[in-house]
């Protein structure tokens, strides 16, 4: 089978492509800039933008199957700009698998699409809802994931699979910015850090991409949520990521109405001056940071017949090993 995977440049596409390729699948990506040195050769590459639909249309061909990651995340930006990539970017993706007879279609989605109040506690997959979306990214992954799911037929199945924050060594987004507010004095606990939150080493995301593929013709129309299955407090989870950087972990608490407060003046002043660089905070990560969200993975593992390989004890080591600091602390 050939899978089609976009977004290949990113933290988790680049590890996908390399389960894929582990699975002995025929791989080819779709992405802007340039893939990882060690999938280079080992598929075929296409570049150019999801919105792009000729672009698109030329790299679905000769596929069986795609997995789409391809997504602007971003704390900051437009709903135009949103919208153009994620949810117009899902709608050709969609299209041009059904022009070409493609007959699997995994939808890289996220847990945020379900708004259902502060307090996940060992929830499941509700159905995606962008009104009262928290921004305009989780909006726009919510549209497309029911685009995406709506497109499941007899000939198209879809399965829309929602990894929750995914770290690892060589993660840029959510463990680079942990370290680096850390470095510089700048990371503080939201609350008291007793929120439990589950977490997805970037191994077992992948890995559960590729299984979401293998069973989609059987759990066609399902959207999932996957992680470690190891909820630990907030607290524990950055201290954790700071000492596999050799950091000290923080200390320093921020009441969670204040923090909630900052992070919307903060949307609001990034929105007037038209920023493009990442704010300080923002509500929803103050909201993220403040409260339980863990989830019940008995489905999900049943579903997709897939177990994590990786646990979080186990991710930290290679995580530590990964910054240079050793098999880390427990």
Request: include cysteine; charged fraction near 20%.
């Amino acid at each position: 089978m050939k899978v089609l995977l976009t977004g290949a440049t990113s933290f988790l596409g680049a590890a996908t492509a390399r389960a894929l390729l582990d699975a002995s699948y025929e791989v080819a990506t779709f992405q802007r800039g340039a893939l990882a040195a060690d999938l280079v050769g080992n598929v075929e590459d296409h570049r150019g933008d999801i919105a792009d639909t000729t672009a698109v249309d030329n790299a679905m061909s000769g596929c069986d199957a795609v997995v789409h990651l391809a997504a602007r995340v971003s704390p900051v930006g437009t709903w135009a700009e949103f919208e153009a990539a994620n949810v117009d970017g899902t709608r050709h993706v969609i299209a041009a698998a059904r022009r070409h007879g493609v007959g699997r279609l995994v939808q890289v989605s996220t847990p945020s699409v379900a708004p259902v109040g502060h307090g996940l506690v060992g929830a499941g997959a509700e159905p995606a809802q962008p009104e009262g979306a928290a921004n305009f990214y989780v909006r726009s992954k919510a549209v497309s994931e029911i685009d995406a799911l709506a497109a499941a037929g007899p000939d198209l199945a879809v399965v829309a699979i929602r990894p929750h924050l995914v770290w690892g060594p060589g993660d840029t987004q959510l463990i680079g910015r942990i370290v680096d507010r850390a470095a510089a004095g700048r990371l503080a606990l939201v609350g008291s850090g007793a929120a439990l939150i589950d977490t997805t080493f970037v191994t077992n995301a992948a890995d559960a991409l590729v299984a979401a593929l293998e069973r989609a013709p059987e759990i066609s129309g399902e959207a999932l949520v996957v992680t470690n299955g190891e909820p630990r407090p907030v607290a524990e989870i950055l201290g954790r990521i700071c000492d596999a950087a050799g950091l000290p972990a923080p200390s320093r608490q921020v009441p969670t109405p204040v923090a909630q407060a900052a992070g919307s003046l903060v949307e609001r002043i990034w929105a007037l001056a038209g920023r493009e660089d990442d704010p300080p905070v923002t509500r929803f990560l103050a909201d993220e940071l403040a409260h339980a969200h863990w989830f019940d993975q008995r489905r999900t593992r049943e579903l997709l017949a897939w177990q994590p390989a990786v646990s979080l004890d186990e991710g930290f080591a290679l995580l530590a090993a990964g910054l240079g600091r050793g098999a880390g602390s427990a």
